[in-house]
């Protein structure tokens, strides 16, 4: 596999055009993109992750239902950053329905045809008549081929710093396929209710159900690991459209092919959730936090989440203090019935604590490890096998400099 | 029942007396008190509610075993600000026991009549000698009967920034009765793992059983209901001291009398839980989140939680913002089979969201309602009887700045 940062991302498999274009969403008139298409000409079929949130913006419960029938087909996104449609009622299904229509006029598709993204404000209707000439202006640059994927990019952020894409190629006997990704997530400092969107493209062919399977697998390796708290916006989506434009139609009677592919969009979307925790204001570090010997796999998720999430613990990554003191605090009320006398602790392979004794001659190698731009913690509760994993990352100076020593 | 905001708190009652010294905990030589005593003649019933978290520090498992036992009496509680004594193994067990004997020595009773509690940094041994030091001073002060009330108050603090007391009084058939506490807490910029320490005093007598009793039904009243994220840190402790000070011993039989006393315990327990969620950094206003129509009181708290634990939320009410639509997310994420279409949603008194359509036609009034100290959101989903309250704040200006407006 062949792995690409950054750079055109959704368009680099054959037959994806993307454009962003500039429609006042939220009628501030600042000139910024907020609204994209992703267009192929030839049909796609399409499988979906969405926000498990008890109140879904109407966008996501439109994809939702396209998405359920087998036999859908796609030729194009449309999505907008500044306003969510969530919680915007009839209207709000009503201006969905009208922005697939809308996309699928112009490029002459069938309006269930058109997958509808939105993400921002919640509880506001959106402007239909600024979307509208939005959609106009947009599809009428991916008709024209024009090389709008960096517009779309920006097109869809909303607190993001900065534009996150990527794309991986794999060799096949039958010839080359490429995966291409964009996302937009949001700076960590609101870890509750960011809305992460994702869109992912391939010029290889499969069935919808088997993408559903790759999609899921991959989604729960990357995007769901960087979860915060359980919690999910009303918005939080992640698609992955396969048009063959190169030919090539995944078969599970070749399953070496298969897999080759599954590690491609797993690189995808790994990356992506990566860039998402690494944009945040002023995050310095990317954590992984490891913890094994739990008596579930459910519960060491309860307490890596903890960990993850404790303002205190990230405070103190910030300031390159190894502070195992509020780390294990943090575990502790995850309540799973920890024993602070059988605990080890680990900074990347470096002993902090074993049976839950600081290892104190390490100190200064802990602290090392503490001050890099990445590191893993690896708590070892020694109960039985059950293990989880979490990506996070440090806080910013504003949370901080009230926490950051004591 | 006459309540008294302030003041010298657990003195109040007749025959408790306060002290608080500096003997240098974190070496910084800053001359902050950071020892106290809280010191009675007469031998005290005593009562105590703690911490969850699986990791304990060591003079909370000294304190809950010491309470266990129902013959047990009390004449003083020692508590030191500055250094946790948590994940300290055998050795904090020893330092929680010689400071107990310390005090014991200096004040003629035996070790196991006194209390001790400690707060602030973890995994760090007690600086032993400065803390005995400490130790003859602040005993040397109650016995001579010093006015130490609001030493005792200072010495206890960690990020707090103010000291934080009260008192009640009731009249019963047998004269008068004072209930007094003193807590702290910490700046809710540090949600996570803020140790809240509250000491009660009384001169009435009380059964070991009946104190638990009162006091448990206080705490679930007041600072259970500010409890962040269900975290508490390895030192959270409540007691409450009855000394018999006033003569009248409550008695199961008067239950109007009972009743009375607990309700000043109520008071004093809210008052102070109050003070403690005002007492962050910047904090501006002091919020209950009310939650019915659940489909169980554990949802309905769930939901609560999800509301008072949004930084989203929190940030927007700093802004004097109602954001009804980050709120409702908020509450969306709790996933208890919540339906938008049919909440209600009010700010004190006054509707904004009917069947989830937005009353448009109140917004100003919400959003006078948000620009107060104090208000009321009211979430009723109209799915079955659950309910649930939970104090909390807004967020300091650090975090808001990005996140205020969209």
Same mark, same amino acid.
């Not at 000409?41 to 996501?60: I, W, Y």
């Not at 990356?271 to 094994?292: H, N, Y």
């Given at each position: 596999?062949?792995?690409?940062?950054?750079?055109?991302?959704?368009?680099e498999?054959?037959?994806?055009?993307?454009s962003?274009?500039?429609?006042?969403v939220?009628g501030?008139?600042d000139?910024?993109?907020?609204l994209?298409?992703?267009?192929?000409?030839?049909?796609?079929?399409g499988a979906g992750?969405?926000?498990?949130?008890?109140v879904?913006a109407?966008p996501?419960?439109?994809?939702?239902d396209?998405?359920?029938?087998?036999k859908?087909?796609f030729?194009?996104?449309?999505?907008?950053?500044g306003?969510?449609?969530?919680?915007t009622?009839?209207q709000?299904?009503?201006?969905?329905?009208?922005m697939?229509?809308?996309?699928?006029?112009?490029?002459k598709?069938?309006?269930?045809?058109i997958?509808?993204?939105?993400t921002?404000?919640?509880?506001v209707p959106?402007p239909?008549?600024?979307?509208?000439?939005?959609?106009r202006?947009?599809t009428?640059?991916?008709?024209?081929?024009f090389?709008?994927?960096?517009a779309?990019q920006?097109?869809i952020?909303?607190?993001?710093?900065?534009?996150?894409?990527?794309?991986?190629?794999i060799?096949?006997?039958?010839?080359?396929?490429t995966v291409?990704?964009?996302?937009?997530?949001?700076?960590?400092?609101?870890?509750?209710?960011?809305?992460?969107?994702a869109?992912?493209?391939?010029?290889?062919?499969?069935?919808?159900e088997?993408?559903?399977?790759?999609? &899921?697998?991959a989604v729960?390796?990357?995007?769901?690991?960087?979860?915060?708290?359980?919690?999910?916006?009303?918005?939080?989506s992640v698609?992955?459209?396969?048009?063959?434009?190169g030919g090539?139609?995944?078969?599970?009677?070749?399953?070496?092919?298969?897999?080759k592919f599954?590690?491609?969009?797993?690189?995808v979307?790994?990356?992506?959730?990566?860039?998402c925790?690494?944009?945040?204001?002023?995050?310095?570090?990317?954590?992984?936090?490891?913890?094994?010997?739990a008596p579930?796999?459910?519960?060491?998720?309860?307490?890596?989440?903890?960990?993850?999430?404790?303002?205190?613990v990230k405070?103190?990554?910030?300031?390159?203090?190894?502070?195992?003191?509020?780390?294990?605090?943090a575990?502790?009320?995850?309540?799973?019935g920890?024993?602070?006398?059988?605990?080890?602790?680990?900074?990347?392979?470096v002993?902090?604590?074993?049976?839950g004794?600081?290892?104190?001659?390490?100190k200064?190698?802990?602290?090392?490890?503490?001050?890099?731009?990445?590191?893993?913690i690896?708590?070892?509760l020694?109960?039985?096998?059950? &293990?989880?994993?979490?990506w996070?990352?440090?806080?910013s100076?504003e949370?901080?400099?009230?926490?950051?020593s004591?």
């Amino acid at each position: 596999m062949k792995f690409f940062e950054n750079g055109d991302g959704v368009t680099e498999p054959r037959g994806f055009f993307a454009s962003g274009v500039h429609c006042d969403v939220k009628g501030k008139k600042d000139g910024a993109l907020d609204l994209g298409v992703i267009y192929s000409k030839k049909p796609c079929t399409g499988a979906g992750v969405f926000t498990t949130n008890d109140v879904k913006a109407a966008p996501v419960t439109y994809c939702i239902d396209l998405l359920k029938n087998p036999k859908s087909t796609f030729h194009a996104v449309v999505a907008n950053s500044g306003n969510a449609n969530a919680c915007t009622g009839a209207q709000g299904d009503a201006d969905t329905k009208k922005m697939a229509s809308e996309v699928a006029r112009h490029l002459k598709v069938h309006s269930k045809e058109i997958l509808v993204f939105s993400t921002g404000r919640i509880g506001v209707p959106l402007p239909m008549s600024r979307i509208t000439a939005g959609i106009r202006d947009a599809t009428d640059d991916v008709l024209q081929e024009f090389d709008g994927a960096h517009a779309f990019q920006e097109a869809i952020l909303t607190s993001d710093t900065c534009t996150k894409s990527c794309s991986a190629k794999i060799e096949t006997p039958g010839g080359e396929i490429t995966v291409g990704g964009v996302v937009k997530g949001a700076g960590m400092i609101e870890p509750n209710m960011a809305t992460m969107l994702a869109f992912l493209t391939t010029d290889a062919g499969a069935s919808p159900e088997l993408l559903k399977t790759i999609l &899921k697998q991959a989604v729960d390796q990357s995007f769901n690991l960087m979860t915060i708290d359980g919690d999910m916006s009303t918005n939080d989506s992640v698609v992955l459209l396969a048009n063959k434009g190169g030919g090539i139609k995944l078969d599970l009677e070749e399953p070496t092919v298969v897999r080759k592919f599954q590690e491609a969009v797993n690189a995808v979307c790994a990356a992506l959730a990566r860039k998402c925790v690494s944009d945040g204001e002023k995050v310095t570090k990317f954590v992984k936090v490891r913890i094994q010997g739990a008596p579930s796999d459910e519960d060491a998720e309860k307490v890596a989440r903890c960990i993850a999430n404790s303002l205190l613990v990230k405070s103190s990554w910030y300031g390159s203090d190894p502070n195992w003191g509020r780390l294990v605090d943090a575990a502790g009320y995850a309540k799973i019935g920890l024993i602070f006398d059988q605990l080890d602790l680990f900074y990347d392979d470096v002993p902090a604590l074993i049976n839950g004794e600081p290892i104190i001659g390490n100190k200064s190698q802990w602290q090392n490890i503490v001050k890099g731009k990445e590191f893993i913690i690896t708590l070892d509760l020694k109960i039985k096998k059950g &293990k989880a994993e979490i990506w996070t990352n440090d806080l910013s100076e504003e949370y901080v400099n009230f926490n950051k020593s004591e």
